[in-house]
Structure formats: structure tokens, C-alpha cells
């Protein structure tokens, strides 16, 4: 049966790596270029015993309990094993000792060096030392005659010599190699072996042949060599029976001779081509350990089987069994009616020409290639188990004489695999994302944001500790493991543990609830017989756990039993926050190593509902699931072997994008990142560097990595590729300000204007970039993603580069963007009179009564009406951009109001007592909309809102419509002038009053808003802000220099202006009740007003027009 290759496994960094086994085989010894020498129980031992022995260690031999290794140092040293305690030097050369190797007793040893001599010293005496010269440059390899007698070596200088060891004589020296002036520039390192029993053959690899020299003549024996050896061969191995000889090559090449017949038995490629450069055979099984120059570690089994055992392979297993059933019926001990069988069906196989096999030798040749190649063909390898067992019984000369009628078959009838497709891959195994292996002594059994769970399951105690981040949250707890907890998980209101069930207990889930405020807080739930845990997590309020029944349990933080349904397939892990849970099942089998996954995400608040339906879950080929969970701001994520991490675009149809490679940052190919959390505000991939290794150990604490995101973008080194990457890295990473407004989740408005302002500044900076390269198409499909402040900014670049084609694409653009923005204004206005009037049935019968009164009011005041609705309803569902302009610019298009269905009703909130209050209320900045905030809250009947404005200044904004998410209410009034120009072109023109504000009436009067402290303070003060400022001619640099010294008044001061609105308000009110007040007063504050707004508007207005606002006019005068 053909040899079964074991996965490789990574063992040591890149370098020269060596490898043996113990003298019993039960473990495998490694040392490779970090200094470590490593001890493995077996290939699949995730945790190998480390012993560091220096900086670098060139060789290691094993026998007897003493493990002697040849390190940088220039020394070798001898350690106990498998303790690992050094145990002295044993002796020192001047330079690096290349190989070292023991006696067949061990009781010696022989190590060659770099200053061309060979040593041989006693183990037990390290003073009785023998020393050869005679090589004229670095030894590469030594090896002991079996007997004691000789010693062979072979030398950088070309030769290989064999020394007396009595006399320290050079008994034979063959000129074989290559000469080359040291080790790292030699083609092979040339390891020589002498038959392991009789000693009678030595073995050297020269070039791509194996040349065998008989003991004492030192005659040329034979020599062996196959066709697909391209390169020199590096290092070879006996059997221990003595009849096989094992050789690695340079390509990657394990090849395995029978000596006695020169037969090719066993020939097997490197996974990845690397070099092979160590070689050694199992003392008592047919295993052979390897290594390659990269630190990997592999093992071949069943190495030249022809007693055709049972392969430890699974798929060896599986086609054995087809291939019995195929033979089902005959006897296995007549084999020669089997040879009949196969020899009778020969006689009809004929070759393409028409011919038998037996008259074209050259097709006979050509299938004996064939045959050595499929033999050694890993995947396959039961092609060859039955040729085995049909020529076992021959004698060689048997096997010549019947090699057509045997390799003439195999590959058409009998040895033809049932299926020849792709193989299924095995299934992830569940785990818990940032965790460390379970058979690990000391593991991390959790490590996320909120802090970390350690394990300890020593021989002595075992034990969890709990430690959080943020000491405020609770402190760090010890406990005792006695339930002996697998899998656990750790939030910001529970610790949450889960175990497996043995036979006498069932699986326990325990939570510790530290955050109730009662005197009991842990509550324990066993599951059903037969129903194992697999995975746990915790969200807001909420546990859940996923069992080996294919169920999702799910519990109140409390310990109350809720829902619980089925899962589609077995769990790999699960993950939770807020409200969210993520799920990451089997949803199939996956082919050529790729895992078939899908994912399920649920929302768990009020109104529970699903957003993901085990959609297919996208991994890089031939990977798995290493982590799941969600980014700080609760945007799903996962993380594969590949080291690719993806987030959900919610606003792509929940598809994954992929923002970060580590692997780009890994210096090494054996290093990882093990994840441990994202952060999208700011853009953080929070890790740990693992170096030659996928999780970090427990001690010393590992220290934490921040790593850049990335988006796979195309031409990442222009410019234009940069910007295009950092735009949409911005809006995916934005992405859930709009999840947590559209539910009701408070965020920080001035980061959602960050990240606008710092989007339309890179469409700026792409557009100017398209605009230099005269792609004005391009620039209209920037245009189309900007708000219509930047696409104004851009008409304005367009003009200035006297692209005027451009330019009135744009300003078409401009008026489509503002008619999308009033129909959307005039849609929420509707909705929100339609709020009004389910709410309160006052305000409509005092519209009723506004509408009679106001029926003999003009149609122009009321679309101004209209006009200051849609700004204070805008003004507090939108923030203002960043990017708008100021009240007194005029470079945008004239847009005419839209008339309301509604017209003659007041808008309740509506201030209208001077014209310098309504342009503060269409054009302030984001520093008085807290005060905008409170008016309304004080006309609504919802108090949980005005709570949550109480107690902090993030607020919850109302949900608008999606297309007008990014547009603030000031780009469509920024066409109109400013209040003070109104009043000149009324005085002017009083018949043109279609965009002018008019005059208050009482009306008006009764239906204005109570000011704010502030607000009365700022009309007292704004004379002396102009005084000390006159260069403030913006009406939002006046409102913020206001802001900074009311908030330098004391608290008394600012309270006797909070009280005295709040009692201009009451006694306005009451005179209200009583009467209407007089229109004298009004109208003379009326005249004096205008008088002061057009001093101010005759001080600013040569700094309003500007070359850029006419040329932007010019743009907009189409019509």
C-alpha cells in the first residue's frame, strides 16, 4: 500500500531545520533556526514541549535519555530529555559544529564543523575527545560506522572521506561533491548514512543518484536514482530492517528504494516543493519524519507496506472498502485465480492502434512510468493496493515477466476509483471566538473588549480568573474550576460559563449576573440528557447557547427560559451585542478543503426579527472560521485562516466586504494575528502578533496590536485609487449611525458630520483630479453622490477651469438634487401635521381659528409661513452640514417654495417677533440646536424624550426619509437672501413679496415661541459682540461667540435668564388669555428693526459678492 502523507505543520521560523525520533519512536525531535528544539508527541500535538538550547541550533541527536545539539554558540551541548535540563558542553569549536550524530550505543558522539575538523567525544567523559583534520573547508555531515570502526564525512572542499577511529587515520576519500567555500552556498548538504545493523553499505547522495560503497573494499556497489529526482539530493535515511532506503531531494522529492531489488517503492512530493532537509525513519514502525527549509514538519505512514495494512487515512479506508466489494466473491488467499482474473481480461485491452499490450513494448514502457507515478500519487494511493497484493507473492523475476499483463490493467478495469471528484473536507470543529485550544494546560477562554477569561488546569489547581478592562465595571475575580467549565463568555452585565456533560452529570450552563442589583446573582441550568453545549454568548438582557441537538437556547439574563427553535445545522460559534445575535452554522458539506458555513442574525429587543436567513457565509478557498463577532459599534464581523476580515454592509443588501489582510502585515509566513476586537469609530483592528503561531500564550501577557483597515481597492498606489478606497472605507464604517438612528439609538451627531464633511471633501478631490485629466463624465458620476452644497462647490470649480459644459451639467444636477429635497421636505411636513393632529385636538381647533383669521392675509406670507415650518422641522431632524453656506450667500439656484395643501393654518411653532430671530432660526449652526431641541420638546406630549435630553447632550434625532439623510435644510433656503435684503426689496418693490418674509402681525404675535435664556440674553448683548468683533459679519460666528460667553456666565446668571424667559413667557400667556396686544409697539419695534438689519446688511456686503458667487450666478441664470 502506497505511503499515506500527513498535512505538514508548521514547527520552527525559516531556516535549516532537523529532525529524529526518540529510541522508541514515541515522539518526534525537532531544532530549527529560532534555538528551540521542540518535542512533539505526534504530528497533530498543538502544544510541543520547547526547549531553548541558543540563538540557533543546527542539529540534534537523541539516544538514551541525552539529547546533544550543535548550536550557534559554536558548541555542543547535552540536555537531559525529555526534561530538557541543560547537562554541561560537551565541547566547543571555533566556528558553527554543522551535524552532530551519536554512536549506535550512544555512547559517542561526532559532530563536524565549519573549521574544517571532525570530532569524536565521549558522552560520559567529555576530556576523552578525537580530533580529525584533513578536509579543506567546512564539514557538512558525519556519520558513525555502526561497529565503531569508521567514521565518514563529507566536506564543502568536495570529498567524502571514511577515517579509521582508533588511529584517526583517513582510510578512503572520494572526490563526489561539488566544491564550494561553505555550507550555505553548498547544493546539497550531503547527509550521509551507514546501514544501521551490518554497516556493510554507506550511503551518499552525489548529485541525483544515491551511491552505495561496500564496506572495507570501498567498491562502488550500486547506484540508485529515478527520473523525476531534477535536482541533487539532500539527505537519506536507513530502515531499520535495513532493505529501504529513504532520500529527500531539493524539489521536494521523498523517495523510497528497495535495496536489494533497485526498485523504486515509494515516491511522494512536498505539498509546497520546499527543500528537504531532514530525513529520519521510525525505529520500529513504517513512519518517516521530515523536514523541510521552510520549519515544517510532515510524516509519511505507511512506508513500504506490502503486508497491504489498513492506511490510517480516511479516504484510504473508504476505497479499500469499495474495492472489496468490488472483489466481493473471491477468495483472498487465491490469488492466483485473481492474477488469472486480471490476465484473461487483458486480452482485450487493446491500445489506441488497434493493437495488444503485448506487441507494443514502447506502451509498455511508457504504463510502467505511469505506474510509478500513480503509485506514489498521494490522492492515489488505493490505485495501488490491490498491485501490491497481486505481486506480493512473486519472486522478482516473476514480476518482470508478468509487468504487461499487471500495469496493463489497474489503470482501465479493476484499480479504477468509484469516484475521481472532488474529496468532502472535514467539518470546523465548534469553538468560541477568542479563545485558545482546549487541550492547552493554561488557555484563554475568552479574551474580547469588555476583558479576559483565563483558565488554569494544572495538575495541582484548577482555577479561572476574570479580569475586566475597565475596573469600574467590576473587579477581577478568582474561581474554582470543579465543573471543570470549557467554554465561557464575558459582557458588560455577566460572566457566563458552560461545561460538557459526563456520566454521571449533565451539561451545566452558569451564569454569574454581578450586575443585579439583588443579593443573588448566579442561577445554573442543566440541559437534557444526551444535549451537550457547543457554544455560548451574551447580548443586553440576554444568554443564549447552542447545543449538540441542534438547538439555540435562549435565557434572560436573569435565568428565565425563552425562546427556543432549531438550528439548520451543527454550530461553529455564535457571537452577541445589544440586541444582535450572530450565528455560524454548517449549512452543507464543503469539497477540496473549503467549509460550507452560513450565518443567521437575529435582532432579539421588543419587536424580534430576522435579518440574515442562513445566507452563505463567503471564506477565502480552502480556510476556516477563526473568529465572529461585532465591531464596537455593533456591525457584524468574522475573521478566516486567511487572515481576511469582513464586515456586513448593511446598506449593500447585507452583503460582506472585506476590510483588512492581516497577512499583508505579518513579516513572517508562520505569523498571525489573533483578533481580539474591531472598532469602526476610530477605524482600529485591535490584535495580537503570534509569531510562528496562531494564538499567543497565556504568560507573559501578550501585548496588543493596532492594525489599519484596508478595502481590496484596484491601483492602490495612484492617487485616484487612494481617495476612492479612503471615500468608501468611510461610508461602510459610517454605516451604523444609520443603523442606530432608523433604531432609536442615541449616537454622536458631530461624528456623523465628520464623517459627511470628510467624504465630500475626497469627492472634491476626485473631482478636481477628473477634472485636470478632462474626464467630465467622470465628474458628473462624482457629482451624483455629493450633497448639493459640494455639487455648488463644484459648479464653482468648474467655472473657474472654464469647463462650462461641465459646469451646466451641473447646475441641472443642482435643481434635480433641490426638487428631490423639497418634495421630501413637503412629505415629512405632512407626516409630522399629521402626528400633530392625532396628538392634541387644541392645536387643531386653534388652526380652525388661525384659518378664518388669516384668510385675508396674502398668499405670499403664507408661503413664508411655509418657508420657516420646513426650516425648524429640518433644522431638528437634520444637522447642519458642514459643508453649507452662510445666511448671506447667494451663489445658490432660486428655489420656489412649495405651496402647502394646508394653507391659511399657523404653524404652532413658529417664531416670528423680529426678523433677526427668524434668520437665526434658518441659518444657526449646530451650537444652538440643543435650544431648538427644547422649544419643541416643550409642545410635545412624549417626557421620556425631554428625560433623555436632560441627561445628555446626545440626542435622539428623528428617523427621516433615506434620501434626504445626508441634505440639510439650509441647501434649500441658501438661494434665499438675507432677512435684512428682504426688508430693502420690500420697501423697494412691495407688490414682488413672493420670496420676502412679511411684516408680523398679531396673528403672528399669538402664536410665537417662548425665547430661550440665551436667545434674550444674545439680543441684549449682540451690540457689544459687534463692537469687540467687528470682523464677525456671519450671523453663526456671532451666535458662537455668544455661546462662549453665555457659557462664561455663572450659573446664578445664567439661571436669572433661564428664569426670566420662562416668566416672559408665563405673563405672555396670560395676556394673551386676556386680550390681544396692541399693534403700536409692534409696528414700532418693526420700523426700528429694519433700520438696524440694513446698517448691518450695508456693512457686510462687500464681503458677500465675490468673483466665485457671480460666476456660480451666471451658472444658475439658464432660464
Not at 555531515?141 to 565503531?148: I, M, N, R
Not at 530525513?279 to 523536514?291: D, F, G
Not at 446626545?954 to 434626504?964: A, G, N, Q, R, Y
Request: aromatic content about 8%.
Amino acid at each position: 500500500m502506497p505511503a499515506t502523507q500527513m498535512p505538514m505543520r508548521y514547527g520552527h521560523p525559516e531556516g535549516h531545520t532537523d529532525v529524529c525520533f526518540d529510541d522508541f519512536g514515541s515522539c518526534i525531535v525537532t531544532c530549527g533556526s529560532d534555538g528551540d528544539v521542540r518535542i512533539w508527541k505526534d504530528l497533530n500535538d498543538d502544544d510541543p514541549k520547547s526547549i531553548n538550547v541558543g540563538e540557533r541550533a543546527y542539529s540534534c541527536a537523541l539516544k538514551k535519555g541525552k539529547l546533544v545539539t550543535s548550536v550557534s554558540n559554536n558548541t555542543i551541548q547535552v540536555h537531559t530529555f525529555p526534561n530538557g535540563v541543560p547537562d554541561g558542553i560537551l565541547t566547543r569549536f571555533t566556528t558553527n559544529a554543522n551535524h552532530v550524530v551519536f554512536n549506535r550505543d550512544g555512547t559517542k558522539i561526532a559532530a563536524g564543523s565549519g573549521d574544517f575538523m571532525v570530532k569524536v567525544v565521549d558522552v560520559m567523559d567529555s576530556s576523552q575527545q578525537k580530533s580529525f583534520r584533513g578536509h579543506d573547508a567546512p564539514v557538512l555531515s558525519v556519520s558513525f560506522d555502526p561497529k565503531d570502526i569508521f567514521l565518514a564525512s563529507a566536506s564543502c572542499d568536495g570529498s567524502v572521506k571514511v577515517w579509521q577511529i582508533s588511529d584517526q587515520t583517513c582510510a578512503i576519500s572520494w572526490p563526489l561533491l561539488q566544491k564550494c567555500n561553505d555550507v550555505v552556498n553548498a547544493k546539497s548538504i550531503c547527509r550521509l548514512a551507514w546501514q544501521p545493523k551490518s554497516g556493510k553499505l554507506l550511503a551518499i547522495p552525489v548529485g541525483n543518484t544515491i551511491k552505495l560503497y561496500r564496506r572495507e573494499t570501498w567498491r562502488n556497489e550500486l547506484d540508485l536514482s529515478d527520473n523525476f529526482i531534477t535536482l541533487p539530493l539532500n539527505v537519506v535515511t536507513w530502515s531499520p530492517c535495513e532493505k529501504y532506503l529513504a532520500a529527500g531531494s531539493l524539489n521536494g522529492y521523498i523517495v523510497v528504494w528497495n535495496v536489494e531489488t533497485r526498485d523504486c517503492m515509494e515516491r511522494v512530493k512536498h505539498e509546497k516543493g520546499y527543500t528537504i532537509c531532514g530525513l529520519a525513519w521510525h525505529p520500529t514502525s513504517r513512519q518517516i519524519a521530515y523536514t523541510d527549509a521552510e520549519g515544517n514538519l510532515g510524516l509519511l505512514e505507511n512506508v513500504c507496506d506490502t503486508n497491504g495494512t489498513k492506511s490510517n487515512s480516511k479516504v484510504s479506508g473508504m476505497r479499500n472498502k469499495v474495492y472489496t466489494d468490488l472483489f466481493d466473491g473471491d477468495d483472498d488467499s487465491d490469488n492466483d485465480d485473481s492474477d488469472d482474473f486480471l490476465n484473461k481480461n487483458t486480452e482485450f485491452q487493446l491500445t489506441p492502434k488497434g493493437r495488444t499490450n503485448y506487441e507494443d513494448d514502447e506502451d509498455d514502457l511508457m504504463l510502467a512510468s505511469g505506474y510509478s507515478r500513480h503509485r506514489n500519487h498521494i490522492l492515489e494511493d488505493d490505485d495501488n493496493s490491490t498491485e501490491i497484493a497481486l505481486t506480493g507473492k512473486h519472486t522478482h523475476g516473476e514480476k518482470e515477466e508478468k509487468d504487461e499483463s499487471i500495469h496493463a490493467l489497474p489503470l482501465t478495469v479493476s484499480q479504477r476509483p468509484n469516484y475521481d471528484g472532488p474529496m468532502p473536507s472535514p467539518q470546523q470543529k465548534p469553538f468560541q471566538s477568542g479563545s485558545t485550544p482546549l487541550y492547552l494546560t493554561h488557555r484563554f477562554m475568552v479574551w474580547n473588549s469588555i476583558g479576559i477569561i483565563r483558565c488554569y488546569n494544572d495538575d495541582q489547581d484548577s482555577a479561572i480568573d476574570v479580569e475586566f478592562h475597565d475596573t469600574s465595571i467590576h473587579h477581577a475575580t478568582h474561581l474554582s474550576n470543579t465543573l471543570n467549565y470549557t467554554i465561557a463568555d464575558l459582557s458588560h452585565e455577566a460572566v457566563l460559563f458552560a461545561c460538557e456533560s459526563t456520566t454521571e452529570l449533565a451539561s451545566k450552563l452558569h451564569c454569574l449576573h454581578f450586575s443585579s442589583w439583588d443579593s443573588s446573582k448566579e442561577w445554573t441550568v442543566d440541559m437534557p440528557p444526551n444535549e451537550d453545549i457547543v457554544a455560548i454568548c451574551l447580548g443586553q438582557g440576554w444568554a443564549a447557547s447552542a447545543t449538540s441537538a441542534l438547538l439555540l437556547r435562549i435565557f434572560s439574563i436573569g435565568g428565565v427560559q425563552k425562546e427556543v427553535f432549531s438550528l439548520p445545522g451543527p454550530v461553529v460559534s455564535m457571537a452577541g451585542h445589544g440586541e444582535q445575535l450572530l450565528i455560524a452554522f454548517h449549512r452543507g458539506t464543503g469539497f477540496d478543503g473549503d467549509q460550507c458555513l452560513g450565518i443567521h442574525l437575529l435582532e432579539l429587543g421588543k419587536k424580534k426579527k430576522q435579518i440574515l436567513h442562513g445566507d452563505p457565509l463567503p471564506l477565502t478557498r480552502k480556510s476556516y472560521l477563526t473568529w465572529v463577532g461585532f465591531s464596537a459599534e455593533g456591525s457584524p464581523c468574522y475573521v478566516d485562516s486567511e487572515g481576511i476580515v469582513r464586515m456586513l454592509n448593511r446598506k449593500l443588501g447585507n452583503t460582506w466586504t472585506p476590510i483588512c489582510n492581516t497577512k499583508e502585515h505579518c513579516k513572517g509566513k508562520s505569523d498571525h494575528y489573533w483578533v481580539v476586537g474591531i472598532h469602526e469609530n476610530p477605524q482600529q483592528l485591535r490584535c495580537i502578533p503570534c509569531k510562528g503561531s496562531r494564538f499567543p500564550p497565556t504568560l507573559p501577557r501578550p501585548a496588543v496590536a493596532i492594525l489599519s483597515f484596508q478595502l481590496p481597492y484596484c491601483q492602490l498606489a495612484t492617487e485616484k485609487g487612494q481617495m476612492e478606497e479612503q471615500f468608501w472605507r468611510s461610508v461602510i464604517f459610517h454605516n451604523h449611525l444609520d443603523y442606530l438612528a432608523e433604531n432609536s439609538y442615541e449616537y454622536e451627531e458631530s461624528t456623523k458630520n465628520q464623517a459627511i464633511k470628510e467624504q465630500q471633501e475626497l469627492l472634491m478631490k476626485m473631482f478636481a483630479l477628473s477634472c485636470k485629466l478632462e474626464r467630465d463624465f467622470r465628474c458628473m458620476e462624482l457629482a451624483e453622490l455629493m450633497t448639493q452644497n459640494a455639487v455648488n462647490l463644484a459648479i464653482k470649480y468648474a467655472s473657474r477651469s472654464r469647463r462650462l459644459v461641465l459646469a451646466q451639467k451641473l447646475s441641472e444636477l443642482a435643481v434635480e438634487k433641490a426638487t428631490e429635497l423639497a418634495a421630501s421636505l413637503n412629505e415629512e411636513e405632512e407626516d409630522f401635521r399629521n402626528k400633530l393632529k392625532t396628538s392634541t385636538t387644541d392645536w387643531s381647533q386653534h388652526r380652525i381659528v388661525n384659518h378664518k383669521i388669516e384668510e385675508n392675509n396674502s398668499e405670499d406670507s403664507e408661503e413664508a409661513n411655509e418657508i420657516e415650518v420646513k426650516a425648524d422641522l429640518h433644522k431638528n431632524r437634520f444637522r447642519q452640514n458642514p459643508f453649507c453656506k452662510n445666511e448671506n450667500s447667494a451663489d445658490g439656484p432660486a428655489i420656489k417654495s412649495v405651496p402647502s395643501s394646508h394653507q391659511g393654518r399657523v404653524n404652532p411653532f413658529k417664531v416670528s417677533d423680529s426678523s433677526k430671530e427668524s434668520t437665526i432660526s434658518i441659518n444657526s449652526t449646530a451650537s444652538n440646536i440643543l435650544d431648538n431641541m427644547k422649544k419643541l420638546s416643550k409642545k410635545s406630549a412624549e417626557p421620556n424624550r425631554i428625560a433623555n435630553k436632560e441627561k445628555s447632550p446626545v440626542l435622539k434625532p428623528l428617523i427621516p426619509k433615506p434620501k434626504s439623510k445626508q441634505v440639510p435644510a439650509t441647501n434649500f433656503f441658501q438661494a434665499c437672501t438675507s432677512q435684512t435684503d428682504k426688508i430693502v426689496e420690500e420697501k423697494e418693490n412691495p407688490e414682488n413679496t413672493l420670496s420676502e418674509s412679511p411684516a408680523p402681525s398679531a396673528q403672528n404675535i399669538e402664536n410665537e415661541r417662548p425665547k430661550t435664556g440665551f436667545q434674550m440674553w444674545l439680543e441684549e448683548n449682540r451690540s457689544d459682540i459687534l463692537t469687540d468683533h467687528p470682523h464677525l459679519s456671519q450671523e453663526p460666528d456671532i451666535i458662537k461667540e455668544g455661546m462662549n460667553r453665555f457659557r462664561m456666565l455663572s450659573d446664578e446668571e445664567r439661571k436669572a435668564w433661564t428664569n426670566k424667559a420662562k416668566g416672559g413667557a408665563t405673563n405672555e400667556a396670560e395676556t394673551k388669555k386676556r386680550k390681544h396686544p396692541s399693534n403700536d409697539n409692534t409696528k414700532q419695534r418693526e420700523q426700528e428693526k429694519p433700520k438696524e438689519n440694513l446698517k448691518l446688511s450695508k456693512k457686510r456686503k462687500h464681503l458677500d459678492i465675490s468673483i466665485n458667487q457671480k460666476l456660480l450666478a451666471f451658472a444658475f441664470k439658464k432660464d
